[in-house]
């Protein structure tokens, strides 16, 4: 069974930084890429990083530079580091796993913005 757990949401100050994690169980962590999405009241859900099996990453232009994908596969883990943090960055974060068959997402932390 195929679990993700994020942690590290909070509240923080406009310009601040924290540092999501999400551990993986019960799948070959190492074979798959990964992903960040989040979700702000009223909105869509949007891809905020992505790494692939390899450490190859991708961020659309609205994070680019500010935020900071990782994984260590020795733990299962893929964090997002994110700093400079905008109120428009509230939103709940989730972590994604790609398999060769299904996506898996974990429960989602929430990550809020504000003074």
Same mark, same amino acid.
């Not at 310009?15 to 074979?31: D, E, I, P, Q, W």
């Not at 997002?80 to 060769?100: F, G, R, W």
């Given at each position: !069974?195929?679990?993700?757990?994020?942690? =590290?949401? =909070?509240?923080?100050?406009?310009? =601040? %930084?924290?540092? *999501?994690?999400?551990?993986? %169980?019960g799948?070959?962590? %190492?074979?798959?890429?990964?992903a960040?999405?989040? !979700?702000?009241?009223?909105? !869509?859900?949007?891809?905020?990083?992505?790494?692939?099996?390899?450490?190859?990453?991708?961020?659309?232009?609205?994070?680019? =530079?500010?935020? @900071?994908?990782?994984?260590?596969?020795?733990?299962? @883990?893929?964090? *997002?580091?994110?700093?400079?943090?905008?109120?428009?960055?509230?939103?709940?974060?989730?972590?994604?796993? %790609?398999?060769?068959?299904?996506?898996?997402w974990?429960?989602? @932390? !929430?990550? @809020?913005?504000?003074?």
């Amino acid at each position: !069974q195929v679990q993700l757990v994020e942690s =590290g949401g =909070g509240l923080v100050q406009p310009g =601040g %930084s924290l540092r *999501l994690s999400c551990a993986v %169980s019960g799948t070959m962590f %190492s074979l798959y890429t990964m992903a960040w999405y989040r !979700q702000a009241p009223g909105k !869509q859900r949007e891809v905020v990083a992505v790494i692939n099996n390899r450490g190859i990453t991708n961020y659309p232009e609205s994070v680019e =530079g500010r935020f @900071t994908v990782t994984r260590d596969n020795a733990k299962n @883990t893929v964090y *997002l580091q994110m700093n400079s943090l905008k109120p428009e960055d509230t939103a709940v974060y989730y972590c994604k796993l %790609s398999s060769t068959r299904y996506d898996y997402w974990g429960q989602g @932390t !929430q990550v @809020t913005v504000s003074s």
